[in-house]
Structure formats: C-alpha cells, structure tokens
C-alpha cells in the first residue's frame, strides 16, 4: 500500500524505521538481529538509504528484499540522483518496480566528501523534483516521499526558499514528507505552518534520531544543519564514554519530544535508527506509542 494511504487511513500514528546498507558481513549480521527484534514493534514502514553517488545501490536493494522476505509490510528504498544519468536513474527506477516495491523516498543526494555544492553528472539530475517527476512519468503507481528540513537544507539561502525546493517536489507528485532530524519540536511545528501558508498540504512526518553520544550526534547534525540545545548537548558531554548514561540521555530526550509530537496529533514518528533496535524498542519509547496507538 501507498504511504500516503496508510496515513490517510490511519487510526493513530504511524511508526516507521530507517535502515541502511551496511558495509561488511558483521554488518549485516547486525542489521539481520536488529530487523528481527524490531519486527515486534509492528511499523507500519520501513526505509533503507542509498550510498553517495548510488555506492550501495545493489545493498539498497537487497536489504529491501530481506526486509520483505522477513515480514516487514511496507519496504521503501531510497534513490538520489547522485551519481546516475537520466538513463541510469530510468533503470534503477525500472528495476525497483520489477522487484514489487512501490514507495520510493526521492532525495538529490549529499555532495561527494570534501565538496560543498552538488553537480549533478552529464546528463544527470540537479533537483529532487526532477526525480519525482522520472518516477511518476516511468512508473506513476510508484508512490514517492521527499524529504523536509524544519531548520533548511544546509545549501539553502532561506527557509522560505527551501519551502519553494519542497512545494516543487510536491507539484511534480510526492505524495508525503519525512523530515531531516530536529531535537526542538517548535522547529518541526513552524516548519509545518510555514508549508501550509506556501500551499504544501502533503503529510509531514518527523523525523528524529535518538542521541547515542555526544560524538556521534554531532557528526550527523554538522552535515545536515540541524541545531542542538545547549542542555542536550550537556547532559551528554557529562556522560562521556560512558555508553549507556550517554544512551539514556538520548532516549530520554527522544521520548520528550515523541509524546510532545504525538500529543499534538502528528502523522506519525519516522526514526532514524542506525540498524539497531535499543532506541526503538526502549520501554520509554514503546510505551508513549502505545499511549497514541491504542
């Protein structure tokens, strides 16, 4: 079923994970122990993310199909034009379709590493958009999901500009949004005003990471430009090394801002969840869904 149908047809919200290819066999390991221990948290959808410039495009792939093959209902793989042609993307397209799967999160993608502005290749793709829109022409009961970024794309000159990027993506037939990760849930509902004031009437379903550590949360938010509040920020310095006090930390924060959201009547919660199953089977966590999901 279609993303966009689910949340239409939903009677509370929706949960949904974020996986990605890992890099080698203890990975996949990991990944395969995580999945099954996430299966009892019955999400509605899962995602799996694309390599820069398509490095994981087969993984990508294959993961979606054990995904599958392991139960999960609605498997979503990710395709950015990073990388590919226009004739590369229209059989990357082609091939997601012959596999069955029939939700695709449609991003640009990252620059390569060391640069700072994105280059499509000859004859490639510059926007999400235009991605949007070769889906929907070559497939058009693909349904599509792009992403938002309640704080803007780090590229972008204004969040009002950004909003204009994310109303293209909708006119060219997106059918919902997933956020970039925010850890200050007015960031998320301002965003969400300003996309209904520009004519955005799309589902916007927020994205969040549960901090692990400090180091490791602030590697993600400089890339994406997202802010941390100085108390998150300290609460996990002052846990250091120490894993699981920097953990708590970070579900604790989570949770706050889970039941906030879902207390407000969100569409769901999408959480980016490194291929393990702690955060999101954490009983702070699956008990405040359970709150929303009854």
């Known amino acids: 079923m279609h993303i ?24 996949l390991d990991a990944l395969k122990k995580a999945a099954a221990k996430l299966l009892s948290a019955k999400p509605d959808f899962v995602t799996v993310t694309y390599g820069a410039g398509g490095s994981t495009r087969q993984k990508t792939l294959e993961i979606c199909d054990r ?5 999960f209902t609605a498997v979503m793989p990710h395709l950015t034009c990073a990388g590919h042609t226009r004739a590369e993307l229209a059989g990357i397209v082609d091939e997601i379709h012959r596999r069955g799967f029939r939700n695709v999160m449609a991003l640009r993608g990252d620059p390569p590493a060391g640069e700072s ?30 992403g938002g970024y309640p704080e803007k ?15 293209a993506k ?31 009437n799309a589902p916007i379903v927020p994205g969040l990471m549960p901090a692990l550590s400090y180091k490791q949360i602030n590697r993600f938010v400089s890339t994406c430009g997202a802010s941390m509040p100085p108390e998150l920020v ?15 930390v970070g579900i604790r924060w989570a ?7 879902l207390k407000n009547g969100v569409p769901g919660i999408h959480l ?20 929303y999901r009854a």
Not at 67 to 71: C, D, E, K, T, V
Not at 160 to 166: F, G, P, Q, S, T
Not at 255 to 261: A, E, G, K
């Open 4 to 27: 966009s149908e689910l949340l239409k047809k939903r009677r509370g919200p929706l949960l949904s994970f974020e996986f990605f290819p890992p890099k080698d066999d203890a990975g």
């Open 153 to 167: 794309h780090p590229e972008a000159k204004s969040l009002a500009e950004d909003i204009e990027h994310l109303r």
């Open 234 to 248: 300290g609460a996990l310095k002052e846990a250091g090394d120490d894993a699981e006090a920097a953990a708590a």
């Open 170 to 200: 909708i006119e060219a037939g997106a059918g919902f949004v997933t956020t970039q990760l925010f850890f200050e849930n007015h960031h998320y509902f301002d965003f969400v005003r300003k996309c209904r004031a520009a004519g955005i």
């Open 67 to 71: 995904l599958s093959a392991m139960g």
């Open 117 to 146: 502005v994105f280059r499509p290749p000859k004859d490639g793709l510059a926007h999400a958009a235009e991605l949007v829109a070769l889906l929907k022409a070559r497939h058009p009961d693909i349904e599509c999901g792009v």
């Open 272 to 291: 980016y969840i490194l291929n393990r199953a702690k955060v999101a089977l954490a009983p702070a966590v699956t008990e405040c869904f359970a709150r």
């Open 255 to 261: 949770v706050q801002q889970i039941d906030d959201l």
